[in-house]
């Protein structure tokens, strides 16, 4: 806060702390009136009662477990767009593994060797079936026990990543699209990081700017004038702007 | 003294023969254009200021440019003129965590606002800096770093643009009025009104302005028609232009062109009148720090470390 100088409500900007659990304040609030007024009456019954209807029923949709009930739902932002990066082919992972018997020892595969080659995800820890679900292979396992869908894999990662989850669900980690204003497209964890391999890959950089001892002091010829290196990652739609142009 | 004041060639009495001279050429100069200029000539040259033209001004100067675009570039421009929109003030964080120094941005960012590839200009300059050293010597940085693989081990990188401040320096020197700041909180040029003088990119303690030393040019499958008069619209020779937000894009409701091609998703903007934006999450949640705060310029452009 101590940074945010620009005045936005003329109140020097403090008043902006107040817009944080807005909502969660207001509902306080309207606890607080209620159970002032129940207890000048003395019915302290109906504090509780109130209580036990608004916090009960919401605790105990949950699965009543303690990894499952600190994962809210309602925080999760209920747009993506790109499903979820499988390798071709790979999914569902039924088409092969409904009719195999499950063996739940840790020991060296004979299928999926690439993806035990490049294990390094707390592999000492951990292996295929501490996220993967045995029974369901289509499903993955939280360490609640709870099932959730290759859609839903931020609640996997968000297990130990909390912090990051945290970021995330904010748009702050990782990259959004779309609107600043309006609708946002996500992405989900594994489009960025690879699960068994999660460290984000080195990128070949885009060329420098020229130097100034290198600028050619003629004009270039139209053939001459350099391409934007861009295209060569992302081909212009060229579709569209010769439609534009033609449109003349 | 006096002797020497009189000497001065304000005071020296004009012979007639001079004075006839000197109104003559005066004359012919402006009948030079006359000759060979059309009405569009005339319409540019009393062309008035962009925020005291009425729509039907705006409307005429608009047809006049998307004509004259149309005749130099072959490609049929649509040149916008949206307003800020209402309760809107931009702006930009940029995790200095994540940044690998891919680039990717500076080239998006030449794709989407029409920058000139000859000669070359680019709005973003990507720095590199060691790790562990005093790096905030902006000129002990590397802007010409070019590894086979980005990051590097032992140097983080800081892109640098335009801060789009709230107390912008380069505003108060223009001797035109042709740089000035929008309600929404982006300094924008009039390229029509820019007479090029530079001060203000003597005066912006960021170097994030750049100047037309040379008619720009661009490929013409490359150019992108759709551009805002006060943003990415073709420039002229000897301009001075900088990052404006993507104005084409971000009054649409859009990112940044930046914003969306980042890799790593180093980039955020929003508005920071909304306190559920992202900009302000970063503000109120991380590390922030702007770029020379010590001057003053209040910028809208801020640094953080998301770990």
Known sequence: MRYFNINLKGDGGRGTIKDVDCEARKRNVWLEVLAEQARSLGVFAIVVAVLVSFGLPAWASEDGNGAAAAVRDDDIPKFFVPPPPFSEGIFPCSQCHADMVVNKKRRKLYYHTNIQKMFNHAEKQRWCLDCHNPDDRDKLRLASGRLITFEESYYLCGQCHGTIFRDWKAGVHGKRTGMWNGKKEYRLCVHCHNPHSPRFKPLKPLPPPIKPSDIKYRRLSPDEIPPNPLNKIFPLKTDSRSKDAKGN | ?307
């Not at chain 2, 040259?45 to 004259?68: A, G, P, S, W």
């Not at chain 2, 000129?139 to 140097?155: C, D, I, L, Q, R």
């Not at chain 2, 937000?245 to 955020?268: D, L, N, S, W």
Request: include cysteine; hydrophobic fraction near 30%.
């Open chain 2, 1 to 307: 003294m006096p002797k020497e004041i009189k000497g001065h060639s304000l005071s020296r009495p004009i012979s007639r023969r001079g004075f006839l001279k000197g109104t003559a050429l005066g004359l012919a100069s402006t009948a030079v254009p006359f000759a060979k200029a059309d009405a569009s000539f005339w319409d540019a040259y009393f062309q008035k200021h962009f925020r005291e033209m009425n729509e039907d001004e705006l409307r005429e100067v608009i047809k006049r440019l998307e004509k004259e675009y149309a005749e130099e570039y072959d490609t049929k421009f649509n040149i916008k003129t949206t307003k800020a929109m209402p309760g809107t003030l931009f702006g930009y964080g940029l995790d200095l965590s994540r940044c690998i120094g891919c680039r990717r941005c500076v080239y998006a960012c030449v794709r989407e606002n029409n920058q000139s590839r000859d000669p070359q200009i680019h709005w973003i300059t990507v720095l590199r800096f060691k790790k562990g050293e005093k790096w905030i010597d902006l000129e002990e940085s590397e802007k010409y770093y070019y590894p086979e693989a980005v990051p590097e081990e032992g140097y983080f990188y800081m892109p640098v643009q335009c801060q789009q401040c709230e107390n912008p320096p380069c505003v108060r020197v223009c001797p035109t009025q042709a740089t000035w700041k929008e309600p929404d909180g982006i300094v924008v040029i009039d390229y029509n009104w820019c007479i090029g003088c530079r001060y203000c990119m003597a005066s912006c303690p960021y170097g994030a302005r750049r100047f037309n030393l040379a008619k720009p040019r661009i490929r013409k499958e490359e150019l992108n028609p759709e551009s805002h008069y006060l943003g990415n619209r073709p420039r002229y020779k000897g301009v001075v232009e900088k990052c404006i937000f993507c104005v084409q894009r971000t009054r649409a409701g859009r990112y940044p062109a930046c914003v969306e091609i980042c890799p790593v998703g180093a980039r955020k903007f929003g508005n920071l009148l909304d306190p559920k934006s992202e900009i302000r999450y970063c503000i109120e949640n991380k590390r922030v720090f702007r770029l020379k705060e010590d001057l003053n310029t209040y910028p809208k452009f801020y640094y953080f470390f998301a770990t």
